[in-house]
């Protein structure tokens, strides 16, 4: 399964998801007037990474279910 090439583009697009998670509960946990201007804006980014990587999971669960 490792070597399948949508695998690993579900698994760079979960990392990616938890890397926006972890920047922003690094923001929100240090506060200051960054956390006040972006907090929202970093978390419209991890809804919108969270979506793409669950229609990426369910398309990869999709394709494997076909033979694929």
Do not use: S
């Amino acid at each position: 399964m490792a070597d399948d090439p949508l695998f690993l583009v579900v698994a760079a697009a979960c990392l990616g998801v938890a890397a926006i998670l972890i920047f922003g509960i690094g923001t929100f946990g240090k506060g200051g007037e960054f956390n006040r201007k972006h907090a929202n804006r970093i978390m419209r980014w991890r809804i919108g990474a969270q979506f793409v990587a669950v229609l990426l999971i369910l398309l990869f669960v999709y394709v494997r279910r076909q033979g694929g």
